[in-house]
């Protein structure tokens, strides 16, 4: 099982329904190819993770980069993991509905641009991606509470 997350800037501006095309499109192709993870807008920046099998997640990577409406800052290959962290999801969309059960979001964007700048040691970067990784999991099966 081979897992990356990748940050890219938009780049030209995206609705919501922009977004939402998107992501349905991406649920359809990777249910299909048996990629799971998630992606995630905000503002002008898209933070997508994949995992699956290593060549499909690797093409499908090199398809992402060629789609035009969006440029990539950084990718962050993560070490094989035994097991999905989104085995339900095909592409779940992580929108600003979730935003307040979703803070650790923001903090993966700025995970993402710290490790990219910096000279880290993979262990480190995996262990930093990872957490944050299983805190979105975690949230997002939780029930919303409403009163």
Known sequence: MHALIYLSKVSKPLDKDDVIEIATKAAIKNKQIEVTGFLSSRKSLFVQYLE?????????????????RHDFLHVIHLKNQPNRHFANWSMRLITNADESRILPDDNLISVIQDIASSDYEPTIVDAQIYTIINRISRILYLPKYTR
């Open 52 to 68: 699956g099998e290593s060549d499909t997640v690797m093409d499908l990577l090199k398809s992402i980069k060629e789609d035009p």
